[in-house]
């Protein structure tokens, strides 16, 4: 199967840094997407990676490791609005994978 | 830029009846993918097209679920009979795939805002 493994929950503080991790088979791999999902809403795109390294986009970055089937999200500067799911996906060929998806609470 | 549209929002239905479910996915997307989000997990593929072919269906249980693209735009998703364990958000999304910066093709995919279905 093509498992991908993230924490169920997570909590941070307002202001604080935070890492989601995902795990996920490497055979077939073909990129990895976050997509960040509000309770009742629509999934939304957040960042891609296929290269490993860190992609940077404002306060959200996402790390790849090819060779160790590894990827994290980072969100910096959190807000309260950032309370929601994270989901990593990933692209085997032309197929999708999502993750269970990561419930993050930002406390004040 | 129009989004995916989906309708209708909500669906309540008892066992064993019949329900559609329509996408108007984002004009000039080629793909189009059906997926089943129940409560708490990740969305579950259910079935992806290209343009009105089928890529992948190989997780819709096909006893009971259908779903077609006529035309290459429009598609619908049909479940008869509906069981209780059908309760969950169907979300349709559309991706056009493009080139990232490391030449790579990406496909982005856009979501719809779902129909939240619950069988009684």
């Known amino acids: 199967g093509q498992n991908i493994d993230q924490p169920t929950e997570m909590t941070a503080t307002e202001g604080a840094i935070v890492q989601i991790n995902c795990t996920y088979q490497t055979s077939g791999f073909n990129g990895l997407f976050w997509y960040q999902q509000h309770a009742g809403e629509a999934p939304t795109f957040l960042s891609y990676?296929?290269?490993?390294g860190l992609e940077e986009k404002g306060r959200f970055s996402s790390f790849l490791s090819r060779s160790k089937g590894y990827s994290y999200l980072l969100l910096k500067e959190l807000q309260m609005k950032d309370s929601a799911s994270y989901l990593c996906a990933v692209n085997y060929g032309q197929n999708f994978v999502f993750g269970p998806g990561t419930r993050l609470s930002v406390l004040p | 830029e129009a989004g995916v549209a989906q309708s209708p929002r909500y669906k309540i239905i008892e066992k064993r009846q019949s329900v559609a479910f329509w996408c108007n996915p984002i004009?000039?997307?080629?793909?189009l993918y059906w997926y089943q989000q129940i409560l708490g997990q990740g969305p579950k593929l259910l079935i992806q097209f290209q343009n009105n072919g089928v890529v992948d269906d190989s997780q819709l249980p096909k006893d009971r679920f259908s779903a077609e693209r006529l035309k290459g735009v429009d598609s619908t998703l049909k479940i008869q009979p509906a069981k209780l364990e059908d309760s969950a958000v169907y979300l349709c999304?559309?991706?056009?795939?493009?080139?990232w910066g490391g030449g790579a093709k990406r496909n982005i995919q856009y979501f719809g805002a779902g129909t939240r279905l619950s069988v009684l």
């Open positions: 004009s000039g997307h080629a793909t």
């Open positions: 999304a559309s991706s056009l795939e493009d080139y």
């Open positions: 990676n296929v290269l490993d």
